[in-house]
């Protein structure tokens, strides 16, 4: 059985900083791309940022120059660093990861972290 935990999510004043943690556990073979998407009330599920598991990253251009996703192969984890964040940064965070497990490759997604961002 394969999850995604999510960590680090809370309220914070505009301007501040949150770092978002998803850790992947179970019976894992490999990892390839890793996400984090967020959806705001009364929106679409939107990409945030994105990296293979060479490290090349992509961005949403609402979030470059604030936001940093890395990831930690050994221990199947990725990260979101959240900078000069904004009240429109506010919505629900969702990671995901292509993981192959045993003969299984699949999405699988965590079960989201709310962010707040006061003005």
């Known amino acids: 059985q394969v999850q995604l935990v999510e960590s680090g999510g809370g309220l914070v004043q505009a301007g501040g900083s949150l770092r978002l943690s998803c850790a992947a556990s179970g019976s894992i073979s490999s990892i390839n791309g890793m996400g984090w998407y967020r959806q705001a009330p009364g929106k679409q599920r939107e990409l945030v940022a994105f990296?293979?598991?060479?490290?090349?990253?992509n961005y949403a251009d609402s979030v470059k120059g604030r936001f940093t996703i890395s990831r930690d192969n050994a221990e199947n984890t990725v990260y979101l660093q959240m900078n000069s964040l904004k009240p429109e940064d506010t919505a629900v965070y969702y990671c995901n990861a292509d993981i192959r497990s045993g003969l299984l490759q699949r999405l699988y997604w965590g079960q989201g972290t709310q962010v707040t961002v006061s003005s």
């Open positions: 990296v293979t598991r060479g490290g090349y990253t």
